[in-house]
Each structure stands twice: as C-alpha cells, then as structure tokens.
C-alpha cells in the first residue's frame, strides 16, 4: 500500500507475485494479513534459500514506494545498509540484485543530496566485493546516484577510501567511478588518484584505469591532458598487454577535443606503437578502432603527411599475419576511404584489395565485400576508380563459396546500379545466380532485376534477363523470392514504360495466372504483382487492363486469392493517385457484387474498406 504523504508510482517493471515468496515466509494467512512492506520483505530476506532471498530483493523497490521517501530513509535504508555490511556477506546474487534495485529509487523515490547520501556506504560495500558482476553493478549505481548529490566531499573521501585499500577490488571500482565522479565534482584530487591507478603495481588495476581512460581524459581541459599525457604513454607501453589494449583504444575519445597539432604530437606516434606491436591482442584491438582513432586526430588536408602515416598503420593491419586482425581493420575499410579520399586510397589501399578479397578468412572477405559497397557512396570515390578496381573483385566475391559474401555484393549493388552497364562480368554473374541453391541468394538477385533494367536498358533486360532470371523468380518456390521480384514491379514499370510492360511482362503474368489453376500461390503472387503495376502508372491503358486482371481475382476460388484482389484494390484506392474515374465505373461496381455474395470474413472486410474508400 503506498504512503499517504507520498503518492510515487512503483516501477511500472514490478515482478509479478511468486510461489517463492509464499513458501519462504514461515508466518501464517493471519500473521500477513497484518505485516507491512517492510516486515514482509526482512522476513524473506532473513530466509535460509537464496532462491526466496534473490526473490524478495527483486521486490526493493515495489517495497520502497511502499513505504514512501521518510519511511525508507528511517527504516529501510538502515536494514539495508546492515545486510551490505554483514559478515560473511550474502550470496553474491542477493547483493548483484540490490545494487540494481537501488538504482531504481533515484531520482523519482530519493532525489536530494540528503536522501540519496545513505545509499553511498551501502555502494560503496558492494563495490569492493570480491564477484566482479556485483562490483560492476555497484560501480553502475554510484555513477547513476552521483548527479544528485551536492556534497561532493563525500564523493571524493569515498574514490579516496576506495583507491587506498589494500584489495585491488576496491581500486577497481574505483577506476569505473572517477570520470563520472570528476565530471560532477570537478575536484582536481580526482585527477591525482587516477594517476595512482594507472600506475598501481596491480596489472587488474591498471587495466580497469585503462578501459575508463578515454572518459576520464574527455572531461579534462587542455592544460590537464598535458599534465596527465605520460600516464597515457606509460599505459600504452605497459609490459601487460591487456593494459597496452585498452589503452591504444582509447585514444578514440581523447583526441576530438583537441587540435591536430597537439594530437600529432602525442597520439600519432602511440597508434604507430600499437599498430606494430608485438602482441596480436593489442593490434586487434586498434584495428576495432581505427577508424575512430584516426578521425579523433582531427587532421585536415594541411597535414597530408600526417594522414599518410596514418593510412601505413591501417595498412600494416590490413596485412597482419592473424586472421581476426585483418578482419577487425577491414570492418573499418569503407570509413577510411572516406577519411583518407581518392589520393591515399588509390596510394595505399587499391593493391591491397585483392589479397583481402582472396583472403583465406572468410569474415576478411565477407566484411571487404560490404566494405567496398559502403566505399562507392558518397562520392569520395570517382566513378572510374570504382569500375576498375572493384569490378573483379565483385566478381570474386559473387562466385564466393559462402552466401554471406555473396549477398553482401548483392544487397548493395543497387548503391552503383549506374554503372552496371561498365561491369559486364558482374552482370554475367548474377544471371547464373538467379539459379542458385541458396534461396536468399537468389532473392538478392531478384531485388537487382530492375537496377539492371535501369543499366543495361530494357532491350537486354528482354533478350538476357526476362525468361531465364524474372519469369524464372516469379515462379520460385520460396515466398520471399517471389515477393522480391513483386517489390520491384514498380522500378520496372518506371524504368520500361507503359507500352513495354503491356507488350512483353504483362502477357507472361497473365499467362502465369491462367496456368496456375493448381497453385493458389503463384496466382496471388500475379495479383500482388497487379496492384503494383496500377500504382506505378496510376491511369492509362496500362491501369485499364492491371485493374481488369484484379477484378478477376475477386472472383478466384480460393479465399485467400480473393483477399490479396481487394487488399491490392485497397492499395490502388488509397493511393489518391489513381484514375478515379475508372475506379468509380469498374472497380466499385464489380467490388459490390463480390460483397453481396462473400462468405469468408477477411474477403468481406478488405471488400468494405474499398467500398467505403471509392
């Protein structure tokens, strides 16, 4: 029951009443009938099974809005602050969930700087715990709780105790909570005790001053990241490399604050370092990020040598001897060529391509096929670069043994649909694709027909592509392969034109339909087919005979033909485009005489909305 001087809403995520919690309470119907929140919830916690504890501190916060704000600084917050402290402590499970839990009352339950303070020692208990999830979830809290305290002595005397205990658990949290905690305090002692952990003698302390480094360097000004710049070399060269790797990444959030003459001078040569260095860890770590690296040194086109040396160290990743290292550093390919323009990609990325291309790594060559795609947008590549570079390696890619490199070239090849017509070896190809084993495959073939209509033009699409590739999809077994060629109907009327559609495609649909007497499926795949046709042309003769075709189907046999006939209608009447007058005079007419005698339910609604449209 909620306190009467405190009308908070519980947490809309409640847990939901459990067995656990009624077998792990010993008292009688009576007995709890007359207990309170808090009664209830000491005598779970107070129950021999971790089960029925884990259960009841699922329910800290129901338990606190419960209570209200006083009640559970007066009450719970003290009972709380004994179960962190106790020895031995509780089940790992128990504190993980209470950390979690205490979150949930800030700021909407406890917002001001004296409500929220009790949370602190109870934090900062659980943070020194010796189960890292516990303490990765108390550091979680107090970073959560941190902006709504102004006492900011408390803030720093708790890093302070935290950084000076002789457990590296401790120091650890420590180091998640110290950029938050300087970002509210702005204390300057913050700054000296991370100095501290980045150079304990505890390689895990170290590290987790490491994985914060990044954050904690953003919230300092210039004059700061000066004093601290040898922590951040000392890191980066650290004898432990699983410090040296989270140290060289995260110069991704050090440097976009900062000019390129300073991040020249200190962070170009640590990204050399870490490109080179001796452990694989480290090098694949930056190639994860290199791209975030490189755009966080600010450089412009008044340090081309600096840019140079930066595309070396991406080169020497893409050239590294471990297989997840070249395919960490192509992930970024497409992003460098952006960065570095047509001048470095053509000086140092183009005689690269092959090799990743043929990579014995097959995620090296599904992500350079993706990567290659994603480098023809935007324009930082002239059209004859791409043409000359990319056509082979497209069509290595597309007669990949794995299908996921092969849709990767797929999926994206509309991005240069304009220059299809200069890839003829590509083109080949994906024709030979419409037939193969892999139904996704050929689905990425069919959602390409149109793009090489618009390309090669409408006489080869009639000559190479309508029987062996269109027709032959439109027939396919795979629903979604079919779909795909029905989604790009509209392309294709756009592309060829009223009279083309109604001379060469519109023939084969309809002599598809009548020989699908046996196949309800095929003759709904025409009809959806139909109604996309109708609002690409939206009138002419075209229109005439598309809506003609529909109205067939809204006398078909089956029920599920029907309702794909006036879901199509539907479309074309909503579109507002349409030839209304044709609308009026045929489809209406026609649609309430298949109203007056429909039985199934689904016909009878599409059929009424298209009714009530016209």
């Known amino acids: 029951m909620m306190s009467q001087n405190n009308p908070l809403e519980a947490p809309s995520h409640s847990p939901t009443p459990s067995l656990t919690m009624v077998r792990s309470l010993p008292q009688g119907v009576d007995e709890l009938s007359a207990m309170g929140p808090l009664e209830l919830f000491q005598s779970q916690l107070e129950h021999g099974l971790t089960e029925a504890k884990v259960d009841g501190m699922k329910r800290l916060s129901v338990v606190a809005y419960a209570l209200g704000t006083e009640a559970t600084l007066s009450s719970l917050i003290p009972y709380l602050t004994n179960v962190a402290m106790k020895q031995p402590p509780h089940e790992d499970e128990v504190l993980l ?73 401790a120091k650890v949290s420590a180091a998640g909570m110290c950029p938050t905690l300087f970002k509210v305090t702005q204390e300057d002692d913050l700054r000296f005790l991370y100095r501290d952990l980045c150079q304990d003698d505890t390689p895990m ?29 000392h890191l980066c060269g650290d004898e432990q490399d699983s410090v040296r790797l989270l140290a060289v990444a995260s110069m991704a959030q050090i ?27 480290v090098r694949h770590n930056l190639a994860k990020a290199f791209s975030d690296v490189a755009l966080s040194l600010n450089l412009n086109e008044n340090y081309p040598s600096q840019k140079s040396l930066i595309m070396a160290c991406f080169v020497a990743l893409l050239q590294d001897q471990e297989g997840e290292v070249r395919a960490g550093a192509v992930g970024h390919l497409a992003k460098m060529v952006h960065w570095g323009g047509a001048t470095l990609f053509t000086s140092h990325l183009q005689a690269l391509l092959p090799a990743l291309a043929d990579d014995v790594v097959v995620d090296v060559r599904s992500k350079c096929a993706l990567a290659l795609m994603d480098s023809s947008e935007g324009g930082t590549l002239p059209d004859p670069i791409i043409v000359k570079a990319f056509t082979p390696l497209l069509e290595n890619f597309l007669q990949d043994e794995y299908a996921e490199v092969q849709l990767h070239v797929l999926n994206n090849l509309s991005r240069i649909s304009h220059l299809l017509n200069q890839m003829s070896g590509v083109v080949s190809n994906i024709i030979s694709m419409s037939k193969a084993q892999n139904w996704r495959v050929r689905q990425g073939v069919a959602e390409l027909l149109p793009h090489l209509a618009e390309a090669r033009g409408m006489d080869f699409f009639s000559t190479v592509l309508q029987e062996p590739a269109w027709m032959a999809l439109m027939l396919d077994s795979v629903a979604d392969v079919r779909l795909a060629c029905v989604a790009g109907v509209a392309k294709l009327c756009n592309v060829a034109g009223d009279d083309w559609i109604v001379q060469s495609l519109l023939p084969q649909h309809i002599k598809i339909y009548d020989h699908s007497a046996n196949s309800y499926l095929m003759r709904i795949t025409i009809l959806q087919g139909h109604a996309q046709m109708a609002v690409a042309t939206k009138s002419g003769h075209l229109f005439f005979q598309v809506i003609d075709q529909l109205l067939r189907g809204v006398s078909d046999k089956v029920a599920n033909v029907r309702m794909v006939a006036g879901k199509g209608l539907l479309l074309i009447i909503n579109d507002g485009g349409c030839d209304q007058d044709v609308i009026a005079s045929k489809v209406k007419p026609a649609v309430e005489q298949a ?20």
């Open 97 to 169: 969930t209470l950390a979690a839990q205490l979150q949930l009352m800030v700021p909407n339950l406890l917002s001001s700087n004296t409500q929220v303070l009790p949370l602190l020692p109870i934090l900062e208990r659980l943070s020194t715990m010796e189960e890292t999830v516990v303490r990765d979830e108390a550091v979680k809290a107090v970073n959560h709780i941190s902006p709504h305290i102004d006492d900011f002595t408390q803030l720093t005397s708790m890093a302070k105790r935290l950084v000076a205990a002789d457990w590296f658990t």
């Open 205 to 233: 302390v170290r590290r987790a001053a490491a994985m914060h480094l990044g954050e904690f360097f953003s919230q300092l000004s210039f004059d700061k990241v000066q004093e601290l710049q040898p922590i951040l070399e």
């Open 255 to 281: 440097g976009p604050k900062f000019s390129p003459d300073w991040t020249t001078q200190a962070l170009l040569p640590l990204v050399k370092q870490g490109s080179t260095d001796l452990s694989w860890r």
């Open 595 to 614: 109203m007056s005698t429909e039985e199934d339910i689904d016909c009878q609604e599409y059929f009424s909305e298209c009714l009530k449209n016209c």
